[in-house]
């Protein structure tokens, strides 16, 4: 597995609102650990590709939107470690192809594009088991599901936390959520005395309390952990929508601190975080704010 990726740096975060209220704030910069495959793209990749190479195969196929940045981080990965990457694109091709999608072919990643009702069969096997068929002179086909959310992807997560020396003297992680796998692999990995606190990015995420708690089951027979909550009102209208509010906040917060945020993940936690610490829900403790990548996201609409 070819290794180039560089240590985060943890940056503190000197806003007023948390001076003010005895917070302490500092923010893991996942972003910066590679140009390409940042945040935690990686942790939900690596376990799926080696166990891809352990097995002998060189065929890796996944799933995402057109915006994907797993789609992204997937092409780039498989082309690193020698592997054919296929991409399942939901919805109908648009040409000209956006970044995200030509930088994916430009990595050797086939596109193939499915409509949205198909679509929303990618985790059905029957499905998965057509896809083996329809490209079987590709060989055995490893397939990845969409963001990297299998048992893999939550083993890769449970390491991010002992990228920090110092871990034990955060009170509270919090992060963005997307399908809640990066959370729920921090959660296995946090002291007794810590929590986590996630920040769903689409409308509604309060369905990732059952899906975190099944995932959780899934990888351990244990009692189910009891240190992680979401807190799903910072999602602005749904996912890869923002407002100017949010756009407002992010550029100031950059030119503070110059810590680029997306509007689409990292930057509805980072709001949220201060708007919490401002209504006293954090007060008096030091907070660990993960930065999930995810900058070069161009496809939001504005509310």
Same mark, same amino acid.
């Given at each position: 597995?070819?290794?180039?990726?560089?240590?985060?740096p943890l940056?503190?975060?000197?806003?007023?609102? =948390?001076?003010?209220?005895?917070?302490?704030?500092?923010?893991?910069?996942?972003?910066?650990?590679?140009?390409?495959?940042?945040?935690?793209?990686?942790?939900?990749?690596?376990?799926?590709l080696l166990?891809?190479?352990?097995?002998?195969?060189?065929?890796?196929?996944?799933?995402?939107? =057109?915006?994907?940045?797993?789609?992204? =981080?997937?092409?780039? =990965?498989?082309?690193?470690?020698?592997? #054919?990457?296929?991409?399942?694109?939901?919805?109908?091709?648009?040409?000209?192809?956006?970044?995200?999608?030509?930088?994916?072919?430009? #990595?050797?990643?086939?596109?193939?594009?499915?409509?949205?009702?198909?679509?929303?069969?990618?985790?059905?096997?029957?499905? #998965?088991?057509?896809?083996?068929? #329809?490209?079987?002179?590709?060989?055995?086909?490893?397939?990845?599901?969409?963001?990297?959310?299998?048992?893999?992807?939550?083993?890769?997560?449970?390491?991010?936390? !002992?990228?920090?020396?110092?871990?034990?003297?955060? !009170?509270?992680? %919090?992060?963005?959520?997307?399908?809640?796998?990066?959370?729920?692999?921090?959660?296995?990995?946090?002291?007794?005395?810590?929590?986590?606190?996630?920040?769903?990015?689409?409308?509604?995420?309060?369905?990732?309390?059952?899906?975190?708690?099944?995932?959780?089951?899934?990888?351990?027979?244990?009692?189910?952990?009891?240190?992680?909550?979401?807190?799903?009102?910072?999602?602005?209208?749904?996912?890869?929508?923002?407002?100017?509010?949010?756009?407002?906040? %992010?550029?100031?917060?950059?030119?503070?601190?110059?810590?680029?945020?997306?509007?689409?993940?990292?930057?509805?936690?980072?709001?949220?975080?201060?708007?919490l610490i401002?209504?006293?829900?954090?007060?008096?403790?030091?907070?660990?704010?993960?930065?999930?990548?995810?900058?070069?996201?161009?496809?939001?609409?504005?509310?």
């Amino acid at each position: 597995m070819l290794s180039i990726f560089l240590d985060p740096p943890l940056q503190k975060i000197n806003h007023p609102i =948390a001076i003010k209220a005895d917070v302490e704030l500092y923010i893991l910069r996942l972003d910066l650990m590679h140009p390409q495959i940042n945040g935690n793209k990686w942790f939900k990749l690596k376990y799926n590709l080696l166990e891809a190479k352990a097995t002998k195969i060189t065929t890796i196929l996944t799933f995402g939107g =057109a915006y994907s940045n797993h789609i992204f =981080a997937t092409a780039v =990965a498989g082309k690193l470690n020698n592997l #054919q990457t296929i991409g399942i694109i939901r919805g109908e091709e648009h040409l000209p192809l956006n970044s995200t999608l030509q930088f994916a072919i430009s #990595q050797g990643m086939k596109l193939i594009y499915v409509d949205r009702k198909t679509y929303k069969q990618r985790n059905n096997i029957e499905f #998965q088991n057509q896809l083996q068929e #329809q490209l079987s002179q590709l060989g055995e086909i490893f397939i990845i599901p969409e963001g990297g959310s299998n048992l893999n992807g939550l083993k890769g997560c449970t390491e991010i936390l !002992s990228l920090v020396s110092n871990i034990s003297k955060f !009170s509270s992680i %919090c992060l963005a959520c997307g399908t809640g796998t990066t959370l729920a692999g921090m959660a296995l990995s946090l002291t007794s005395s810590q929590r986590i606190i996630g920040f769903p990015v689409l409308k509604g995420g309060e369905f990732l309390n059952t899906d975190i708690s099944h995932i959780l089951s899934n990888y351990q027979s244990s009692e189910l952990l009891g240190n992680w909550q979401l807190v799903c009102n910072y999602h602005f209208g749904g996912y890869g929508k923002v407002t100017q509010e949010l756009i407002n906040f %992010c550029d100031d917060f950059y030119e503070r601190y110059h810590v680029p945020l997306d509007y689409v993940y990292t930057g509805k936690m980072m709001y949220g975080v201060i708007d919490l610490i401002n209504q006293g829900f954090f007060h008096s403790e030091r907070l660990l704010l993960i930065h999930t990548g995810g900058l070069r996201y161009s496809g939001m609409q504005l509310n």
